[in-house]
């Protein structure tokens, strides 16, 4: 149990928050701070996002009348000060883990949580969705959407701006945690007084006054208009922001407590009657660890570690599937100079890290803009190239229309390496990659692979990219069973599967059972296949299916099971039950896969555990669905 500090201890709610003086803020934010180092380092987790939003949380919290205020955290990683503050400090310890705390912000979890965010840039639409039914019900409230980390890259993000700034009776706040300072220059002195004066009555009230004298004047009035907008120009990005129709403020120190709460408690008040207001704030990630202020990359989302030491290097010798990804990356580009490598704002975590080093002009990262990435590949393949979008399985959900029209309707040569396919663990439903294999499968033109480890991986994408239609390489998080891979560049054949384990004694076994995985749940089958003496087929693509081994399966045994590590509805052991139809096999069949419900944050062996998917569950269910003799 972490030790419990003389302030944060006593604060269970907002309401309890509010019973400090501003002047013990600044301690509380250091021990809150102190506090979320502790826990990360303990759990695993999300840390230089959370380290710079201790400020804000507060300031938040202190100012407005939470719950009944709405705030939207987005991304949600950024919220647990926020989850702290409002009566979740007590289960840190079990952040992330199977029945703890989820690492996002979970509507089911507390009052406080008013969206679920694990996404990016949906704050702005789901905030405004808010504000405009508390005004249709007739109930007075703030809303907030606090977006940052990247956030504001995606094109939604503009959608909702474009959308909210009609409405100047809607009382929608959103502040920009601008965490990378990609947007403004370094805030001082003069742009923290200015954003406090412009957001303070006076301004307001003059502003108000002089705005209905000069609408007897229209052309005074544009002309007052251009030269405050010049002039806010001049100490931040107000122009795009008020174009919007907000009023811009800012950018001011998001780590200065005082200035934030002055700031908010204005805005407070002139988003009633004013409408739409727009707070740029800065802060720094990692703040108030050193080790994660110089190094915000490697301390985003750490494993448990030591505080005092920092990350160590990992033990672990197998490579990743990601790290087999970014050496086939690099290898196939060597080959091939029309190969383009894109990813959207995922370097690290896809792998694309000595990629860009070795291809700098080769290289382009888009930002949080799923859509734009797929229609941008599809680009850059009708002019003759060969994109490679590597992206993470519950990412691509986001450009699922660009994928259908402009992708496959268009059959353009386009590999997407989908990592984080099945499940996650402890990042939750939001990032667990299961519904990948239906909602491609019934794409025309794509195939779409599933390997069952590193080495099949390499020569999958190999393969995927020698092809001039689009196509899918989908594979987990981590390393896995089976061999490694080499450094060739292999090409296998399309549609074809085989044969990894054969029945040993046909006389003997009470029903001849044959798994057919898809997958890198084809070591599970092979565990449980020993104890059952089956026969395990490696189908290795979803589609084109082998139809030809399938149905040689299907003559030469008693029952079939279909395991994949996705979900059963819609995904590949329901594409064998097609084709099983359709040349009118009778054949008594079980599906393993995951049920129709969204997968719990945990430890991934416990979830497999949990959904039938370990060797041992996997024996129990066959044994039982085929009732055969324990």
């Not at 201790?54 to 949600?76: K, M, Q, S």
């Not at 707070?279 to 005092?308: C, D």
């Not at 383009?340 to 704002?345: E, H």
Request: charged residues 20%; glycine residues 8%; hydrophobic residues 40%.
């Amino acid at each position: 149990m972490l030790k419990a500090t003389n302030l944060l201890h006593t604060i269970n709610s907002s309401q309890e928050l509010k019973q400090l003086e501003e002047s013990q803020l600044p301690l509380l934010a250091d021990e809150l701070r102190e506090f979320i180092l502790q826990s990360v380092a303990s759990t695993g987790g999300h840390l230089s996002s959370n380290l710079g939003t201790v400020e804000l949380a507060i300031a938040l919290h202190y100012v407005f009348d939470t719950p009944e205020d709405r705030i939207v955290w987005d991304v949600g990683h950024q919220s647990y000060a926020h989850k702290i503050l409002t009566g979740r400090r007590e289960m840190m310890p079990s952040l992330r883990q199977f029945g703890g705390l989820s690492g996002f912000p979970k509507r089911s979890e507390s009052p406080y949580d008013a969206f679920g965010t694990a996404h990016s840039s949906t704050s702005i639409s789901a905030a405004l969705g808010m504000a405009v039914a508390s005004k249709v019900k007739g109930e007075k409230r703030n809303v907030i959407a606090v977006i940052g980390d990247g956030s504001m890259s995606a094109g939604m993000a503009y959608e909702g701006l474009n959308n909210a700034g009609v409405d100047k009776s809607i009382p929608l706040i959103v502040i920009l945690n601008d965490n990378e300072m990609s947007i403004s220059p370094a805030v001082g002195a003069l742009n923290r007084y200015l954003a406090k004066l412009i957001s303070g009555s006076l301004y307001g009230a003059t502003k108000k006054g002089l705005d209905k004298m000069l609408s007897y004047t229209p052309p005074l009035r544009e002309f007052a208009k251009r030269l405050e907008g010049h002039a806010k120009g001049m100490i931040g990005p107000a122009t795009i922001f008020e174009e919007f129709g907000f009023d811009y403020y800012g950018p001011i120190d998001g780590h200065n407590l005082a200035d934030l709460i002055v700031t908010l408690s204005n805005l407070k008040k002139i988003a009633q009657t004013d409408g739409p207001q727009f707070l740029h704030i800065v802060t720094k990630k990692g703040k108030g660890y050193e080790r994660a202020e110089s190094n915000p990359i490697s301390y985003h989302g750490p494993g448990k570690f030591n505080p005092s030491e920092g990350l160590k290097p990992s033990a672990v010798s197998k490579k990743t599937y990601t790290e087999v990804f970014g050496e086939w990356l690099c290898d196939m580009a060597k080959q091939d100079e029309r190969l383009i490598g894109i990813t959207p704002a995922m370097r690290e975590g896809s792998g694309l890290v000595q990629f860009e080093e070795q291809f700098p002009n080769r290289y382009f990262d888009v930002g949080i803009a799923e859509q734009h990435a797929v229609t941008f590949a599809a680009g850059i393949a009708c002019e003759g190239l060969k994109p490679v979008v590597a992206i993470y399985s519950t990412f691509l959900q986001r450009g699922y229309d660009q994928l259908i029209h402009d992708v496959t309707l268009q059959n353009l040569p386009i590999v997407f390496a989908i990592d984080r396919a099945g499940m996650v663990g402890a990042d939750g439903p939001t990032h667990a990659g299961v519904f990948d294999i239906a909602f491609l499968r019934c794409l025309p033109n794509l195939v779409v692979m599933t390997p069952s480890n590193q080495a099949d991986c390499r020569n999958m994408l190999t393969t995927a990219f020698s092809l001039d239609s689009p196509s899918v390489v989908r594979y987990p998080r981590g390393s896995g069973e089976g061999p490694e891979a080499s450094r060739t560049l292999e090409i296998i054949p399309v549609g074809k599967g085989s044969i990894a384990r054969r029945i040993k004694s046909a006389e003997t076994v009470e029903k001849k059972i044959a798994f057919v995985c898809f997958g890198p749940l084809l070591y599970s089958a092979l565990k449980a296949a020993e104890e059952l003496d089956a026969t395990v087929a490696d189908m290795r693509f979803v589609k084109p299916l082998d139809e030809a081994l399938l149905l040689d399966l299907a003559k030469n045994h008693d029952a079939l099971v279909f395991i994949e590590d996705s979900a059963i509805q819609g995904g590949a052991g329901s594409a064998c039950l097609e084709v099983l139809s359709r040349h009118h096999f009778q054949i008594p069949t079980l599906q393993i896969g995951l049920p129709d419900e969204y997968v719990e944050h945990g430890d991934i062996n416990l979830l497999l555990d949990l959904y039938g998917l370990s060797p041992k569950k996997i024996l129990i269910k066959v044994q039982e669905h085929f009732q055969l003799t324990l």
